[in-house]
């Protein structure tokens, strides 16, 4: 049987800048105006983007693995995220927090999408930017991987695959 490599989407499977837009900000958002909130919240959407390298990944090993993805996320996000990006479905399942009334790092979150992959829990890989997320999927049972870069995602994930 294949493993299952279970994907978040923000900071993993689509990029932003929107940290360093946010972190740029000379005042608090309490203290922008009406208008410079809708500017900052485009300029935020707008610097969202697909990571390709790893949507390579996952395309060249599709035949090794199953997919699935976990996101802390608005309802309807599966829709959005494969409008605005035009991703095809690769995944089996897509939990999303807005949907479910979970979010992680709650363990039930977990539970809920081991509750659907057909792999046992130490066959499942969690991949999250968020180290609190990581280390609740370890308590799960999953292996897991601190997404930072690609390049040191691919380091991680050839050690956690031997």
Not at 116 to 141: H, M, S, T, W
Not at 144 to 159: C, G, P, Q, T
Request: proline letters at 2%; one cysteine or more.
């Amino acid at each position: 049987m294949k493993e299952h490599i279970i994907f978040d989407v923000g900071g993993v499977l689509v990029l932003s800048s929107a940290s360093e837009l946010l972190a740029n900000l000379d005042k608090g958002l309490s203290e922008l105006s009406e208008r410079e909130r809708r500017e900052l919240k485009n300029q935020i959407w707008s610097s969202e983007h697909i990571n390709k390298e790893l949507f390579y990944f996952i395309e060249e090993n599709k035949e090794r693995f199953d997919y699935s993805i976990l996101t802390n996320n608005i309802s309807g996000a599966e829709r959005f995220l494969r409008g605005k990006f035009g991703i095809n479905k690769f995944y089996s399942n897509f939990v999303c927090s807005g949907e479910t009334g979970i979010a992680k790092p709650d363990l039930a979150a977990f539970k809920h999408i081991l509750k659907l992959v057909p792999q046992a829990p130490d066959q499942c890989i969690f991949v999250d930017d968020q180290e609190e997320n990581v280390a609740a999927a370890k308590r799960a049972g999953m292996r897991a991987i601190l997404y930072k870069d690609f390049d040191s995602f691919k380091v991680a994930f050839e050690n956690s695959t031997k």
